[in-house]
């Protein structure tokens, strides 16, 4: 079965520094999600991202976040200026279409702000 | 606002057993309901997915009910293993545009030998 890979697995930075989370989508797919879980809480929802344009997002999703499909393949999540709080879990994925249909997520990149 | 209750309290039952998990919301009314499952430090994995037409849906040893009424969801594993011990989580579908998932906090199941 197809994969929705992410890079890295583990990333630690010091806070107030920007980090770009990288997803590499399952290729026939045409939407494209965010999702973070802090540690003991529940997988939530940070953005969708639609024919390269952002076509959902959480209050949680504000100025520091922003995401990108820079090719072809790739759809990152930029964190401009990182907080403590931005230490989670964070998950890509993908579906082939819209509403109700099944989405495939990433291994997932583990957050460390210092 | 809208609201999704899973039990958060671990559910442990014993190998062979059929475990039940529930999902209850509140104040919407979803077309569809989807079920993950994930384990520690992974990514959700889809299980299945019922729409509001259907009052049940089957996949091998999974069985998943859909009552709009009650506006809720049970999750059954039957002949439970070993292997199904992880985090269930219920995600009702939103009306209208919205493809986005809101997970409910998920049911930890611990089948045990």
């Known amino acids: 079965e197809p994969e929705v890979t992410q890079t890295p697995s583990h990333q630690v930075t010091q806070m107030g520094q920007e980090v770009i989370l990288r997803c590499v989508p399952i290729s026939n797919h045409l939407y494209f999600y965010w999702y973070r879980q802090i540690l003991g809480q529940k997988v939530e929802f940070l953005v969708s991202f639609y024919n390269n344009e952002i076509s959902e997002k959480s209050e949680i999703f504000d100025d520091q976040f922003s995401v990108e499909r820079p090719d072809g393949s790739n759809f990152t999540l930029k964190i401009r200026s990182t907080k403590l709080e931005d230490s989670a879990m964070y998950f890509c994925a993908s579906s082939e279409l819209s509403k109700a249909f099944r989405q495939f997520f990433g291994p997932g990149t583990r957050l460390t702000v210092l | 606002s809208q ?107 611990q089948v045990t030998l």
């Open chain 2, 3 to 109: 609201k999704i209750e899973q039990n958060s309290e671990a559910l442990n039952i014993q190998e062979g057993k059929t475990a039940t998990l529930t999902c209850n919301y509140t104040n919407y009314s979803p077309a569809y309901l989807q079920w993950y499952r994930q384990d520690p430090g992974r990514g959700p994995v889809f299980l299945l997915l019922i729409r509001e037409n259907e009052k049940e849906k089957r996949k091998e040893r999974l069985k998943v009910t859909f009552d709009t009424t009650l506006k809720q969801s049970l999750f059954h594993i039957t002949a439970s293993q070993p292997a199904d011990s992880a985090t269930y989580l219920c995600a009702p579908g939103h009306t209208g545009t919205a493809s986005k998932l809101t997970f409910g906090t998920g049911t930890r199941l």
